[in-house]
Every structure is written in C-alpha cells, then in structure tokens.
C-alpha cells in the first residue's frame, strides 16, 4: 500500500470505527479497537398529503451537524431503516428526490438514539415550497 492506511472495523450490531496509520517499521502492527453497542432508527416520509415519498435522501448528523453518521434512501413505500448508529443526540434530514425538489422543500428534526434500541417513527413530512 501507501505510507498511510485506513483500517475500518465493522460488525453487525456494533458501532464501526477507524483510524488512519502510518506504514510501521517491519510492515506490521497491533490496533485494539473497543466497539459500542449500536443503535438503530427508522421511520417514514410522506408529502404534506400524508402520501409515502419513495427515493428521498435520509441523513443523519450528530447533534451539532460536525459528522455525518448515515444516510439511506426511502423505499417506494416511503419507509427507511439505518443500523448501526452510535449512541447520542442526532439530527434527521430528508430532502426531495430530484423529481420533486422543486415543489416540496427539504425537512429535519432533532431526536436521540439509545445504544441496543431501535428508535421508531421518526416520520418526516416534506411540505410544498
């Protein structure tokens, strides 16, 4: 490789981490990585009818908007699903699918995640611009 590589840790249920090294000398070293029990979200978004919206943008930021830790697109019946999350205050974005951009406007709400739990209905609701 390079004089620097990633290393990504990921497993299902648990929050991935990773950290960037330097090519040790003799072209090997140890990492210990310690990981969180994740947390998962899901919910639906729908047009100021109340109908689903399929193919919008979901992301999800940290609390103060420093990281983005996901995003995911609605399936057609509106509804979206993101595992893995760490524990924390989140903000939940969704914006239009480029179909309908430019009559419905982007939307966001603030909400929480607690580590082993699926956080329900978080349900967004795009209004018209």
């Known amino acids: 490789a390079g004089e620097r590589v ?3 840790v990921r497993a299902g249920g648990w929050v991935g981490q990773s950290e960037v090294i330097e090519r040790p000398e ?32 979901v992301l999800i930021h940290s609390a103060d908007g420093s990281a983005l830790l996901a995003e995911t697109r609605t399936t057609a019946d509106g509804r979206w ?4 999350l760490p524990e924390g ?7 239009p699918p ?19 739990h699926v956080t329900r209905e978080v349900d967004l609701r795009f209004d018209r611009l």
């Open 6 to 8: 990633r290393v990504v």
């Open 26 to 57: 003799g072209g090997a070293a140890t990492l210990v990585f310690e990981l969180d029990e994740a947390a998962g979200m899901e919910g639906e978004v729908t047009d100021e009818r109340g109908e689903p919206v399929g193919g919008a943008r």
């Open 81 to 84: 699903s993101v595992p893995d």
């Open 89 to 95: 205050d989140v903000r939940v974005e969704a914006i």
């Open 98 to 116: 480029a179909a309908l951009a430019a009559i419905l406007a982007p939307v966001a709400m603030d909400s929480d995640v607690r580590r082993g």
